[in-house]
T-cell receptor, first 113, second 115 residues
Framework: AQSVTQLDSQVPVFEEAPVELRCNYS??????LFWYVQYPNQGLQLLLK??????LVKGINGFEAEFNKSQTSFHLRKPSVHISDTAEYFC???????????FGDGTTLTVKP | DTGVSQNPRHKITKRGQNVTFRCDPI?????LYWYRQTLGQGPEFLTY????????KSRLLSDRFSAERPKGSFSTLEIQRTEQGDSAMYLC?????????????FGEGSRLTVL
């Protein structure tokens, strides 16, 4: 069994400020890690992924995330946010044995002018 | 557009009626997933297919729910005798299936409202 915990349900931040969205996971098997973004009335889009190798991964729109195996975390960061980054962000864990993903409950990022 | 396509986008129905949703995945993707998303929660896994074979069904999926992928291409999700608790967004996603990277490509979802 595996689970994903997104530690903040809502994160308000001012434009051009840095942001971190936190994600912890638990799993008894090997996993891949993902962040997806969902804009209003749209489906989820891949932001970035960690499969192996360098623990710092870069994604679209200036986002990056760092995989920390000892802390079982995969926090998402952006050094300077824009109004257009306002959206729902989901952390997901892919179970390589079962072939499916488990999602967190999401973090609503609201960027204010 | 060669992305994942879902229809209808919105469905309003009365309790007790049957509804069916369709998903057309990206053509070369072998795996197709159905998830359910309610307000304030992340997508919950319902079921998935490898080509035409249904490989797993969640315990969340009652016997009123059935999914098919008859030719390994499009899939349908049918809900019989709908209940108000079935109101949710039903998301379809596809994955390449080869190499098992886990990257899911989502459709825009089908929103179900049961009155």
């Amino acid at each position: 069994a595996q689970s994903v915990t997104q530690l903040d349900s809502q994160v308000p931040v001012f434009e051009e400020a840095p942001v971190e969205l936190r994600c912890n996971y638990s799993s008894s098997v090997s996993v891949y890690l993902f962040w997806y973004v969902q804009y209003p009335n749209q489906g989820l889009q891949l932001l970035l992924k960690y499969l192996s190798g360098s623990t710092l991964v870069k994604g679209i729109n200036g986002f990056e995330a760092e995989f920390n195996k000892s802390q079982t975390s995969f926090h998402l960061r952006k050094p300077s946010v824009h109004i257009s980054d306002t959206a729902e962000y989901f952390c997901a864990v892919w179970n390589t044995n079962a072939g499916k993903s488990t999602f967190g409950d999401g973090t609503t990022l609201t960027v204010k002018p | 557009d060669t992305g994942v396509s879902q229809n209808p986008r919105h469905k309003i129905t009365k309790r007790g009626q049957n509804v069916t949703f369709r998903c057309d995945p990206i053509s070369e993707h072998n795996r197709l997933y159905w998830y359910r998303q309610t307000l304030g929660q992340g997508p919950e896994f319902l079921t998935y297919f490898q080509n035409e074979a249904q490989l797993e069904k969640s315990r969340l999926l009652s016997d009123r729910f059935s999914a098919e992928r008859p030719k390994g291409s499009f899939s349908t999700l049918e809900i019989q005798r709908t209940e108000q608790g079935d109101s949710a967004m039903y998301l379809c996603a596809s994955e390449l299936g080869q190499g098992n990277t886990g990257e899911l490509f989502f459709g825009e979802g089908s929103r179900l409202t049961v009155l």
